[in-house]
């Protein structure tokens, strides 16, 4: 008879990677003699840790549950996206096992008490900011001025700045090399970018530069032309993320329409009936 136990930790790795966080874990708990395997020999698996459509772990993972996984997976050394929105327990102590990570690329805060207090989670991302860390994204609403936060931001962005002169990094749309005197980063407010959100594609803000980047109007992330992520609304000219807005396509004229723009329609021809 074929066991789970057989499986080769390449296979087991697909196989998590389609779990969300809490069915991971409960996975590991109710196979006592695959948990190793889960946690140490399946890194694949932890690359990415995204609760923000988890609901059981939103509500567990609190400062206390958040190191406890970030150590049985070896984190620090293998996630590189970790994604805590609506975990609303979680205060920013938990993450002292990413301390000095090499690997970690993207946090996402937003809808935790961290936003409130910031200080102890950029006192362990602040460990980050020489290595590959881009993007920390606390809420999409700005934060109120904050020393801690905008004295972060600003040594993130420096340091990115640095590494895509250093790497030669070439803007997608006119081939030029990111310059210094320019400042020539696609950011946001909370976090900072070279690349598309959607696609990574790379590009830059210079004066020559005809690159076609539009911010989402729900989120105020930033997405290039060619990505399919991100549609303009015919009627109001407002850009969403496919995570921010439904959009309609109207099968005989080809036009996209945002959800707000089709309510509006909807009620207009009730108004008329």
Excluded at 155 to 180: F, G, H
């Amino acid at each position: 008879n074929f066991m789970i136990e057989q499986l080769p930790n390449e296979i087991l790795s697909h196989i998590l990677v389609f779990l969300q966080v809490s069915e991971r874990l409960k996975f590991a708990r109710c196979n006592p003699s695959l948990q190793h395997r889960i946690y140490r020999e399946c890194p694949l698996a932890w690359r990415t840790i995204d609760c923000s459509h988890d609901e059981t772990a939103c509500r567990h993972l609190s400062d206390v549950a958040l190191p406890v996984l970030l150590s049985n997976v070896n984190a620090r050394d293998v996630t590189t996206v970790l994604h805590l929105g609506g975990c609303s327990h979680f205060r920013g102590t938990g993450l002292e096992p990413l301390r000095g990570s090499l690997v970690l690329e993207k946090i996402y805060l937003w809808g935790t008490v961290a936003e409130e207090t910031p200080g102890p989670a950029i006192s362990v991302l602040e460990t980050m900011i020489s290595h590959r860390l881009c993007t920390v994204m606390f809420s999409h609403v700005p934060l109120p001025e904050n020393d801690i936060l905008l004295n972060f931001f600003g040594r993130l962005r420096n340091a990115r700045l640095q590494d895509a002169i250093r790497n030669k990094v070439l803007c997608t749309s006119c081939q030029q090399p990111v310059m210094e005197e320019s400042r020539q980063l696609v950011q946001n407010i909370w976090g900072i970018n070279i690349m598309c959100f959607g696609c990574s594609k790379p590009y830059c803000r210079g004066a020559f530069c005809e690159m076609d980047v539009k911010e989402c109007h729900g989120c105020s992330e930033l997405f290039c032309a060619d990505c399919h992520l991100a549609k303009q609304c015919f009627k109001c000219g407002h850009s969403y993320c496919i995570d921010c807005n439904y959009f309609e396509e109207r099968l005989k004229c080809k036009r996209s329409y945002c959800g707000p723009c089709r309510a509006e329609d909807f009620m207009m021809e009730l108004s008329r009936l």
